[in-house]
């Protein structure tokens, strides 16, 4: 153990010396001070432990000596014992009022005095481990905020992507800390439409929101590429499930609404009941999660399915994170579902519009919360339909150099599991304004390759397909032939390459077969006229062309189809 | 991909839900759920599900057209813009009811 250091406060020169004597017989290192000034002085040049303390002194007398001493130390706790005589037994109030920590009489035990300095002197040293531990911590949380300030830029400068100028979408955040555990991210398509994710990482502040930087970075990557929902879906739980460890994860929900507002497409991960409202009838419909978080499943364990709903007039949907329902409130019980469902039925039911009962809401939270502040992220966002505003910047169409793509395939690559008509269009990228065009690219190209390969490589015949039966028929012998298919070949092609017509695509499939009479196809317009069955397929396509032509008996059709 | 059925209180509505792809590889489950409806009146396809639709799914919905008879309401309900349009190039509203 470390030496204590003593000093003595006395002006009788005698108590001095028999105090030194018998405390640095016990092995205290002992200074002393005959005045109270002169007490001031020693105690700036040494580093004293404790202080013993005659009371009645000439000029400074001992309750003034302590309390300079004490305002000098500050923050440093140096004890002060006062030394009294039994007759000073009334001043013992005014010991511990001028600050002193202790007294002892003047004839006490050398023993027992050492043992009460001792005492004083650990308590001395714990005061300054912990005002030692507190500058530290403080230095710590100094760096800490400067770090936090960096990532919390990073994080800015990542979602500055966030698209928040739609109105359809109106946003309810509230954050813990600095950070977010809650990530709600939201892009314009260019179709006009709208993507956004909700999502709620595993606790919350910067381990929560370290998630969110890839998260974010798929999330607007994938849009910018015009990925489908169910694509985005996939790429975020993949790289989560990549990056996160294994105790963190990201419930989620990614929607996605059309330009007009009326189709939301969602996929729902662990997040509360998606609620739907309606003006004047109340909740219509609660919509639980069917899938995992995301950042659990291996890629070829998710399920990527989305669902879509078609909304209607004066309908809200409203979606959250479980900050809200699970907060905790002045009676220490959690806010609950039941509760805002039952709020948010009440308003709806009472035809009150957006702007009146989501401020109601947050208000009969805060009231149930009242100062326990001590509560998890929260975000809740309510969508409604109806035509979005046009995204701002839009692109011109641009000037495209001409291309072709073209796929072989062979009757082991036509029985295999990948659709060949999905594979060459990933294989191509359109500027996104045309991204609107694949849907119906899709259809001409597999109505193409259908008549391909039914009609020119197994020669099926359809006029089968009149009746109920036939149809089964047909599609039961399709399937026979195909697996006995040993030559032939159809080939696909799909470019853009007419000088004259630059926005035109131009279309080619094409198979080895005897031909067919594509006569007996063709001619499908109006469809339905006649219970006309077979042939809508070459309709439907017609339709959707500038332009279709079968030649060489049938073996090659050629299309163009206009992007605009 | 997959149906799912419901009926309605009555009985009389039979409401059938599609999810997916919508074509030939859907025909025995989609013929199965018309087929085996008794006393129904009134049949609501849910295509607010349908993602894709190809000329074989258009055949199947005329062979149900003409095996329910035309006095049976068949109702196409919620159809995506994609789909809707290829229904309504085909004229499908002359036979069916649309309603979106």
Not at chain 1, 79 to 88: D, G, K, R, Y
Not at chain 1, 159 to 186: R, W
Request: aromatic share 8%; glycine share 8%; charged share 25%.
């Amino acid at each position: 153990m470390k030496t204590i250091k003593v000093m003595i406060v006395d002006d009788v020169l005698f108590i001095r010396h028999v105090m030194i004597a018998s405390l640095e017989h016990l092995g205290v290192d002992c200074i002393a001070a005959e005045s109270g000034k002169a007490a001031l002085e020693l105690f700036q040049q040494h580093e004293i432990d404790v202080i013993l303390m005659d009371v009645m002194m000439p000029d400074l007398d001992g309750f003034e000596t302590t309390r300079l001493i004490k305002a000098q130390s500050g923050e440093r706790h140096v004890p002060v014992i006062f030394m009294t005589a039994l007759s000073e037994s009334d001043a013992i109030q005014r010991c511990l009022e001028s600050g002193g920590d202790d007294f002892v009489n003047k004839d006490i035990d050398p023993i027992v005095l050492l043992a009460r300095i001792r005492a004083h002197a650990r308590t001395k040293e714990l005061t300054r481990q912990i005002h030692q531990k507190s500058d530290e911590i403080s230095r710590l949380y100094d760096e800490l905020s400067n770090e936090y300030q960096m990532a919390r830029h990073v994080m800015e400068s990542i979602t500055a992507e966030n698209d928040m100028q739609v109105p359809n979408l109106i946003t309810h955040l509230k954050s813990m800390s600095v950070f977010n555990g809650d990530l709600f991210l939201c892009a314009r398509r260019a179709s006009g439409g709208v993507c956004f994710f909700l999502g709620d990482f595993t606790g919350h502040g910067l381990p929560a929101s370290i998630g969110a930087m890839p998260a974010s970075q798929v999330f607007f990557e994938s849009n910018r590429q015009q990925s489908s929902l169910s694509e985005t879906a996939k790429r975020l739980n993949s790289v989560l499930t990549r990056c996160l460890p294994d105790y963190m994860f990201c419930a989620a929900i990614i929607g996605e609404l059309d330009a007009e507002g009326q189709y939301l497409k969602i996929w729902h991960g662990g997040l509360p009941d998606i609620v739907w409202l309606k003006e004047g009838e109340g909740i219509t419909r609660e919509l639980e999660s069917r899938h995992m978080p995301l950042g659990i499943l291996e890629d070829n364990e998710f399920d990527a399915s989305t669902r879509t709903f078609r909304l209607k007039t004066g309908e809200h949907i409203v979606f959250q994170t479980d900050g809200l329902i699970e907060s905790i409130g002045t009676n220490g019980e959690m806010y609950g579902y039941e509760r805002l469902v039952g709020l948010l039925g009440r308003s709806a039911r009472e035809r009150q519009t957006l702007t009146s009962y989501v401020p109601g809401l947050l208000e009969d939270w805060q009231q149930f919360c009242g100062d326990n502040l001590e509560q998890d992220d929260m975000s809740l966002i309510v969508l409604s339909p109806g035509p979005l505003n046009p995204p701002e910047g839009r692109v011109e169409l641009p000037d495209l150099l001409p291309w072709k793509t073209e796929l072989k395939l062979s009757p082991d690559e036509i029985r295999s599991d990948i659709d060949p008509v999905n594979f060459l269009l990933s294989q191509i990228t359109l500027p996104t304004c045309y991204s609107g065009h694949l849907s119906y690219l899709t259809t001409i190209l597999k109505e193409l390759y259908s008549n391909a390969l039914e009609h020119g490589l197994l020669e099926l015949d359809s006029s089968m397909k009149h009746s109920e039966d036939g149809m089964m028929e047909y599609y039961a012998e399709r399937e026979q032939r195909l697996q006995r298919l040993a030559d032939g070949e159809i080939a696909m092609s799909i470019g853009l390459y007419s000088p004259d017509a630059p926005h035109t695509l131009h279309i080619t499939v094409s198979n080895t077969g005897e031909g067919f009479d594509y006569t007996s196809i063709k001619d499908g317009e109006p469809v339905i006229e006649g219970d006309e069955l077979h042939g809508r397929g070459v309709a439907l396509v017609q339709g959707m062309c500038k332009h279709l032509e079968y030649s060489d008996k049938g073996r090659t059709v050629e299309a163009s189809y206009v992007l605009s | 991909m997959s149906i799912t059925l419901e009926k309605d209180a009555s009985g009389k509505q039979l409401n059938i839900a599609i999810e997916g792809v919508f074509d030939f590889k859907l025909m025995q489950e989609f013929r199965k759920s018309y087929n085996t409806a008794e006393d129904v009146e009134c049949f609501i396809l849910d295509f607010s599900g349908v993602e894709y639709m190809d000329s074989s799914a258009l055949g199947m919905l005329l062979n149900m057209r003409k095996s329910v008879g035309s006095e049976t309401r068949i109702v196409i309900k919620d159809a995506q813009p994609a789909v809707g349009k290829i229904l309504a190039m085909s004229r499908f509203d002359k036979k069916f009811e649309i309603e979106s």
